[in-house]
């Protein structure tokens, strides 16, 4: 892998990582992270490398292409960092629910279903816009 | 040892070989097997989620340097109990070692000393007179073998409603404990005992091959939730723990790194042909007789080949499976229960008033795999289902169903050239499903039937009838003492040679028969 792919993979985990998670990347994950899309051949998919040049909502196009049977490696690149923060203990909170929340879980299952509609419309919108293939 | 001529060589080192084996320790007997290990290392010690917390970071373990834990990112999917940096080896080169090809059936296979079983839920079965009907065996025959297998692996459960299913058995360990869930499931399943049973719906304690008290030098199960990353758990029945010591004590020969690819019998000797996995070498080990339980599809090879029959189509049987999530509503948001297991809860036995035929199932909690394993399988985004997975999880068990196994014309399993070649259709009518999703919430467990998943035909890892037993055997059939027709010495122990192929799990029963089979081969050596 040329260097220009290491700089590409590297701020593509970085802006992934900010879209989900709030809180600093590790220097190991951005390494596992280079490697493992590698180890999946899913280096040459440039989809991530679109939305991350065009500052655009990762959550959001990864949905819309998912629904429409598209952008799998988006998806699978999405799979991989999740994978590698969740075996990290500073994760671990947004993995597992350690305290008895009944009322704020549902009112956090029906906001993220809120969300997953306004992110279906902005996502559907994008890939329209930015002619994901 | 090529120059030698053994009593008996046996073929596989899963239940079904090692059990065979067993009975003819003491004789000049050799088995033959690929038997890849688990990789060396210092085991986990602690709980998976009490790691999880406390480790800052457990890659290593838990994905591992050669990015196991990704396989079913980008490789046909395996069982997530499959794909751990220290479990990968049950799985291990199995596709070159055995090609199978295949567009509608997902079968694995193992070479690992110890075969699928060093994976296994550990649910343990008799199969009673009503699923032993199509075997040629006189009523009770299997009965000693059980009894001496539960003694020798050690099982825990309860004699409760599914002794009907079950049978009685006074020398179960104490059962496993149960999870908040499962417990509130048995609790308010015996409050409405009856509505259910005239449903035809039965639940109860499982029958686990796990241990809860010590039992020969093993220790019991610590609920530490490490069965998808750590191999031979001592609580967990693995057969390594029955072969390693045959071995040391010289009651076995094992020779460790063959495969099998066919046999020849000629002047009362059987000839058995190997390549080595590592350096490619061919050799003939010389046996009287031989023994084969090297998996169904496995022996069902080495058979074919041996014939060099690309012709024959042969039967092939599994479990179609259904995977019902439920949920208990009042527990969305609580806190994970880490103390559960990913061992099965509870067994559920329902007879389909349609079809008439039994199921069986097991429920289990969700606290085994990774929560990223199954993420995307929400039609949500990632961020919305990292939530929905994390408030869900303490409020959901999965009804694992498994169908009996149908004899269907079109589905078969034949030699072409190299591979294997499989053609298996199952349809389900979703008749039980709904039936059992109505049962559930009448109790206050809710689920879906478009939540409903049939993950693919040969998934259930339970194979069997391709050489099938019969009173009068014919060509690819076997006797009732497991020889195989058209041939003197060759003998079938394992799932092969069952006759039908119930819903109740089978590994309990293929370890009885090839004890049964061994036996009397060895009651004909004396
Ligand atoms: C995740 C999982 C959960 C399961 N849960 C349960 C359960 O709860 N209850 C249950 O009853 N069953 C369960 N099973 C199924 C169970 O493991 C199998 O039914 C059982 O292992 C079959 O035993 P076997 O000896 O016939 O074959 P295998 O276990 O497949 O062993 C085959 C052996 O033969 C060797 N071999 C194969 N081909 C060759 C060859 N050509 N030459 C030399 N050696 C060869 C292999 O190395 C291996 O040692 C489960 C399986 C899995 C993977």
Redesign the pocket.
Known sequence: MDRSDQARLDAEVRYLHDAFFSRPLAAEVVDRYIRAVRHCGLDEDRTAEKIVRSRLDAEAVEFALRLRGRGVALTRKIRILFYLVEVRSDYYADFVNETPLFGRALWRLAASLARTAWKLVKGSWLVWRHGFG | MAEALFDAIV???????TFAARELAGRKVLV????YRAPEGPPLAGSLYALRRERRDLFAELIGDGFEGLHNLHRDPV?L??KSPRTSYVLRGWQAL?PLVSTNFQAM?????????N??????YRFNSEELRQFPLPAGELEPYYDELTAHIGVSGGNDDLVEFFGRDPSLQPPMRLSLLAAGILQRYQAARKRFRMRGITLGLPRLAVLTEPHNGRTPYAYDNLEFFQPYNPAIYNPVFTLDPLIASGALELARG???THFRESAGVVEVYARHVETGAQETFRARNLLL????L?TTR?VLASWRDEQARLPVLENPMACIPLFRLSRIGAALDVNDSSLAQLNVVYRDPESGELLQGSLYGTTGPLRSDVLFGFPLTARAALEWSKYLSPAMTLLMMFYPGRREPDNYIRLQGNALLVNYQWRGTGGPERALLRAFRRIGFHGLAALCQYPAAGSS??YGCTLPMRAAPARYETGADGRLADTANVYVC??ACFSALPAK????T?MANAMRIARGLRRKME
């Open positions: 073929v596989g080192s899963g239940p079904a070989g033959l097997d690929v038997g069982s109990k499959l055995s296979m193992s070479f690992a000393q110890g075969g699928l079983a994976a296994w839920g550990a649910g343990v063959w495969l099998v339980g090297a998996g169904t496995s080495i890892l339970h394992d799932g799990n089978l590994t309990f293929i």
